[in-house]
């Protein structure tokens, strides 16, 4: 007989793969979450409703046996810079509070890379589970608020609760209904909305291996550690390239040192913050990210877990054709998308 699985942030990029997973392997599936389903998958149990409401996390994790934590507030910029803090920590702490009053056999969370990093670091260090950085370490606000979340599995972990850990690297591939930050940059690229770039050091993932590894996690992973779920380590130049083979577009040539990058990016966030309260091109966060140099160590994961990604290639070109379906592509590709995979 399957096991009930409760899935928050069940409709997002990773999440939807999680469920998509769990149900083919014959999982009865819980999902909670701000939004409401485009296309209601028959069986799945939709609980609308946030993680910091205390009666709703409790109710959706009733008679569940595993509970997937991926519901979190994911964006670089936010109007409202509390909301990270009280989303991301607030909402975890109900979860692990709900999860161990209910008994359950184990809670996966899903934390990020970004709390392993620090724009402090100058040289391209390989990293792995073991660093231990400090509130003070966090580059913005995203990340003071995945750091306090993390911190409150690990707590729950030393209470005895089953919490296992999971910071995928840079996801990518199709169905991005919302556009995390990664899938916008790659989309602003192919629209040529960008004249120059900011050249960083990037680990890129698959979503749909992320789900797989956190399906891992929940059946070998061990209580109260992390496991990086990472794959291919890319310059953002060469993945420009890689995006110019796949669909025979051309890419921006002019690369932008850090200093100005730093500098435009901050004029932009006080602007957004103070004056249009809209989204920054380039959040502060993401461009201090960017100049960290640091690359990942995933092989804890691939030993412990079985866990392993797919081509990068694959995965860009399964995102550009389900961009083009979605009809977002402002510059068609001079190569076919079905063919992509191929080049």
């Not at 595993?66 to 964006?75: C, D, I, M, P, S």
């Not at 380590?233 to 110019?244: A, F, M, S, Y």
């Not at 040192?257 to 809209?278: C, G, K, M, N």
């Not at 960017?290 to 399964?318: C, M, N, T, W, Y």
């Amino acid at each position: 007989m399957g096991k009930t699985c409760l899935v928050t942030g069940g409709l997002g990029f990773i999440g939807q793969y999680v469920v998509q997973t769990l149900l083919e392997r014959g999982e009865t599936v819980r999902i909670l979450d701000l939004a409401v389903p485009e296309q209601p998958i028959e069986g799945v149990d939709y609980v609308q409703g946030s993680i910091t409401d205390r009666a709703v996390v409790e109710s959706a994790i009733a008679d569940t046996q595993w509970v997937f934590h991926l519901a979190a507030n994911a964006g670089l910029w936010s109007a409202q810079k509390q909301t990270f803090l009280t989303v991301n920590q607030v909402g975890t702490r109900n979860i692990m509070t709900a999860a161990q009053a209910a008994g359950v056999d184990r809670v996966i969370h899903t934390s990020t890379e970004s709390i392993l990093k620090t724009d402090r670091a100058k040289s391209p260090d390989l990293i792995d589970e073991s660093v231990r950085l400090t509130f003070d370490d966090m580059v913005g606000a995203y990340c003071q608020g995945k750091f306090l979340a993390e911190q409150e599995a690990f707590a729950a972990a030393e209470r005895g609760l089953p919490v296992v850990i999971v910071n995928p690297t840079i996801p990518i591939g199709p169905r991005d209904r919302n556009l995390t930050p990664p899938s916008r940059m790659i989309l602003g690229f192919l629209n040529g909305d960008y004249p120059a770039f900011l050249n960083s050091t990037l680990n890129l993932v698959d979503a749909r291996d992320v789900a797989m590894g956190h399906i891992l996690a929940a059946e070998k992973g061990r209580v109260g550690e992390r496991y990086l779920l990472g794959h291919t380590h890319l310059e953002l130049r060469e993945l420009l390239q890689i995006l110019t083979k796949l669909t025979g577009l051309s890419m921006p040539q002019r690369q932008v040192p850090y200093w100005l990058a730093l500098t435009v990016s901050r004029v932009q966030e006080f602007i957004a913050d103070y004056i249009t309260h809209r989204p920054p091109a380039a959040p502060l966060t993401g461009v201090r990210l960017a100049g960290s140099p640091i690359r990942f160590d995933s092989r804890k994961a691939h030993q412990e877990l079985g866990f392993h990604g797919r081509p990068v290639e694959e995965s860009l070109a399964d995102a550009i054709g389900w961009y083009a379906e979605r009809g977002w592509l402002k510059r068609q590709p001079t190569r076919c998308v079905d063919q992509l995979t191929s080049a």
